[in-house]
């Protein structure tokens, strides 16, 4: 173990100063356009504390590192032991930031974020870091995830007088720790504010030079601790830490504080929530993750590889050649091809001198248009895809093909994928789906729209192989991944899948004895009842 602490139980930290309510004042400008109809993201967030070097640099290759994550904006927030300092901006890492807002940001503790769009537009409302200052201090905070009582917990505080200037959940998060750290010191400031929100987050926090990390009780979202030669960096993922040159320690556990020394030394662990059971979010491991990050102990290239080979032992077709959906079906595809080139689709071992299934690059990508699943309109997704991938004809013409994908959300993908390798002269097109099929929203932080545009949401699996024109259609199962992953269904959070989550959410069903938090019932302060 390094120089990290482990604490089982909160501590005294920093104490406050004042203990009146707070009028928390954020720095961020009015929203630029409409309102968001909802406040959910998927995102990457970094948090780096260091020995005695500018932290700007490090936080910034991070992001690069976690921009699959998002790409609707970046921010990074420093701390130089006096000031905060920050830079928040639309568009990639790499436009976001130039050398002199990087050698702006001075101090050698600070957090990042990069994000992605969601159904309710674009604009900088919601980009983070969110920045708050308040009579005890200040904050930086970002957030992945998403909350399910943010609008509960905002009327409230607005009845207080805390002033919003953005729809997302992450300033509504600010807000209550801010509330709480005048009342409280910071490791109880941390747990007043879990035991009111109620939904999916990992935090990366700046608490003026202090750099915490948060995830929520049932780990929904990744995030991890690495060590570097000079200091500690918390990320959402793994690659974060390896493109510092960093070594993994570990996963942050589900309801854990993490504080990381100011020195860069170490740092101190809190666990201020246990549950019986997780919910490990499932899809990071089938798309949003990088192949060569370490999820919840569990590398993706290999969960993904494995995920592929119970694929072909639950729904495999004789084909002439199996083909990815660059990239992220890659990874499924080789596992796929692995496990055809052993057995016959009956699990019968091959027969000497079959070869099985040959494996095939027949889709080209063309790496300069971004993720069709993260467009923000139908009209640019359907674009996008024929500007994405551009087929082989000589690996496809005259040939029975199966391509291999990640997942089918909306269908659109899909059925162009099957009309361009038609077109390309396939004599037949099977589609074969390493997860199983999305029949509800994800309310937890992946836009994956309504139930409405869910292709699966009202389709049985013939239908949608009709509706993709596809000669096939198989899918993997829930006990599959489960299996894969090494973890019981009750330990993953499967909503998407099953329609049932593990959340208390406003009309939708869940898998387990959950609620969320009561807020203002009139009872007194609800930030002092976990005392």
């Not at 072909?312 to 595809?333: H, I, K, N, Q, Y």
């Not at 299934?357 to 895809?385: C, H, S, W």
């Not at 087929?391 to 005259?398: D, L, Q, V, Y």
């Not at 361009?420 to 099977?430: F, N, P, Q």
Request: proline share 5%; glycine share 10%; with cysteine.
């Amino acid at each position: 173990m390094p120089n990290g602490r482990e604490s089982p139980n909160p501590t005294p930290g920093r104490a406050a100063t004042h203990t009146e309510p707070t009028d928390a004042t954020s720095t961020h400008a009015e929203p630029t356009g409409g309102v968001a109809s909802g406040p959910t993201e998927k995102c990457g967030v970094v948090g780096i504390a260091l020995n005695d070097r500018a932290a700007a640099r490090p936080l910034y290759y991070s992001l690069y590192a976690l921009q699959h994550r998002g790409q609707e904006s970046a921010g990074i927030v420093t701390h130089d032991g006096f000031q905060q300092h920050s830079h928040v901006e639309m568009g990639l890492v790499g436009d976001a930031f130039g050398e002199g807002d990087l050698d702006s940001l001075a101090g050698a503790t600070g957090i990042g974020h990069v994000r992605y769009p969601t159904s309710g537009g674009v604009n900088t409302c919601c980009a983070q870091p969110f920045s708050v200052s308040f009579k005890s201090g200040s904050l930086g905070l970002s957030h992945n995830g998403n909350l399910v009582n943010a609008e509960e917990i905002r009327a409230e505080l607005a009845e207080l007088g805390h002033a919003f200037t953005s729809s997302g959940d992450t300033e509504v998060i600010a807000h209550e720790l801010a509330r709480n750290l005048l009342e409280a010191d910071l490791v109880r400031a941390v747990k007043r504010t879990m035991n009111r929100i109620h939904g999916s987050y990992s935090l990366t926090v700046m608490h003026d030079e202090t750099v915490l990390a948060v995830r929520d009780p049932q780990g929904n979202r990744p995030l991890c601790i690495g060590e570097l030669a000079d200091g500690y960096v918390v990320a959402s993922e793994s690659a974060a830490i390896d493109t510092l040159d960093g070594d993994l320690v570990r996963d942050v556990r589900p309801g854990e504080l993490v504080v990381l020394e100011a020195d860069g030394s170490g740092f101190e662990s809190y666990q201020l929530v246990d549950q019986e059971t997780t919910a490990h979010c499932f899809f990071e491991h089938v798309y949003f993750a990088r192949p060569d990050s370490i999820v919840d102990d569990t590398l993706v290239y290999e969960a993904r590889r494995n995920l592929g080979r119970k694929l072909w032992a639950e729904s495999g077709v004789e084909t002439d050649v199996v083909l990815p959906v660059p990239d992220s079906g890659r990874s499924f595809a080789s596992g796929y091809a692995e496990a055809a080139n052993g057995t016959t689709a009956d699990g019968d071992p091959r027969a000497e001198g079959d070869t099985g299934v040959e494996f095939a690059e027949g889709l080209m990508k063309n790496r300069y248009v971004g993720r069709t699943f993260i467009m923000p309109t139908q009209d640019e997704r359907e674009r996008a895809v024929r500007l994405k991938l551009n087929p082989i004809k000589s690996t496809i013409e005259g040939r029975s093909v199966t391509i291999i994908d990640d997942s089918i959300v909306r269908g659109t993908t899909s059925r162009q994928l099957v009309s361009l390798l038609r077109d390309a002269g396939a004599e037949e097109v099977h589609v074969r789906i390493g997860a199983p099929p999305i029949v509800a929203p994800c309310y937890m932080g992946i836009d994956m729209a309504s139930r409405d545009e869910l292709i699966a949401a009202d389709r049985s699996i013939d239908e949608i192989r009709e509706e993709i024109e596809a000669d096939s259609l198989g899918y993997l199962s829930i006990d599959a991944v489960a299996d894969v992953l090494d973890a019981s269904r009750l330990d993953l959070c499967l909503g998407c899948v099953t329609g049932e989550y593990p959340y208390d959410i406003d009309g939708e069903a869940t898998d387990r004895d959950i609620q969320r938090p009561v807020i203002g019932d009139g009872e007194g302060s609800p930030a002092r009842a976990d005392d």
